[in-house]
């Protein structure tokens, strides 16, 4: 059976709990179902309806023996001591756990912040490395876009000789004749154009690996500047998280956050995710560089070449120059021979002509005497000295003539053949006159400055 304290107790933890609330208690609020009215006990002495009878059995049926009363108040000390102790070991216990709690939850929290300030030294560490390469990665495109920019202009700079090179072989074509020869002028040109379209060539395909490693550059970059963000602001929710305390403004209860797990690394994975984007811009750097030291060694092999082709053809312009003008002195000095000797066979054939017509008149003479003698009579055509003098100067005089006529005949024939060299000289000469102006005039003045700007760096 259980005590009254008991029942009383059983009572009070079997009552139905009320809404707590923060708010104070309204002092005229009313349960639902809770009767206002004061409650009415029986009269013990009269009854509920004043009858003596009633109130006499009622009030024998409710008493208590004397043993009953001690007994109870006995019963009610000892459950008195007995709640006293066990409040006390309660208290005890509570106090006990309440120190080991709060010493518990101290070394948590201090734990905790040990370890959000080793994480964030380790994100620091990282932040700073990768930050580190990300300025040299940086600094490497940008010097790389330099070398590009290098590359560019020196393609550019391949232009303006190869364009002169093919307008000389262009303009060397106006040659005519003879001159119209594939010398060493024109085998330095073709060489000079081949040279220079490889030159190009060759500086287009670095230029091309040139922009691909910038790519490769940026995304290695992009990837760095991904990373620095990111750990900037793991950085600054670490701190915020690493600087609260039990007194920081702003903290919270959140149900079940423990238990909501959106981590997607490890510590080993994330700094190994760090440190292979480090690897990843280092090797695109060394790539890089061994580029720029490509580019400049190209540019360098290229310009010398180009240099060298250009001097090589001038050397032969200028060698080419000096036998024309040889040629030409030569020419100029065999045609004023010509000239000189078609002036003395033109005054030898007039003197040839002078001397035929010199030797009309003794023929005549001649013809006439054998005429007149041939009118002599009878025994008078006598075959005398005279007679055999007279044929024989005839024959003389005719002799003499056949001779000059050949020899005028020869003199006019070699006058002939001394114009027809006058004319191939003249016509030589032109040609000489051509090929000069178009090699020392449009040629090399075309080449008298080299055409690029490029500076060679060693």
Known sequence: MLSPYHEDVKAQVCRPSLPVTNALVDPCYTPCGMATEPLRFPNLVTGNARNPQHAARAALYTRYTPFEWANSSLNQYNEADTNRNFSERLRCEAMRVMKETEEKTAVAQRESGRRLGERITDTTFWRNEVATELENMLAETSRLQDTRRALEKAIQDCEPPLHIAQENLYHREGRQGIDLVHDQVEQSLLSEVEQLRSCQCRLKHLHQRVCDQLRCNRAAQQELELDVKSKESALGIDNVAHQLSNFSRGINYYGGIEKYDNTLTSPDSWAENSNRNCQRSQNERIKSAQLRADADNLINT??????????????????????????????????????????????????????????????????????????????????????????HEVHDLEHSLNQLHRKLEEAEAQHQQLLYTQSNLESDLRLKVNSLFIDREKCMGMRRSFPINATIKY
């Open 302 to 391: 290229c310009s010398n070449e180009i240099w060298n082709a250009w001097g090589s053809t001038n050397n032969s312009f200028s060698r080419r120059v000096a036998e024309t003008l040889e040629a030409k002195g030569k020419l100029q000095m065999h045609l004023h021979k010509v000239q000189k000797e078609i002036f003395d066979e033109e005054k030898n054939i007039e003197m040839l002509r002078k001397a035929i017509l010199d030797k009309s008149k003794p023929l005549k003479v001649a013809h006439t005497r054998l005429e007149g003698r041939s009118h002599r009579r009878a025994v008078e055509l006598c075959k005398d000295d005279a007679y055999n003098a007279l044929v």
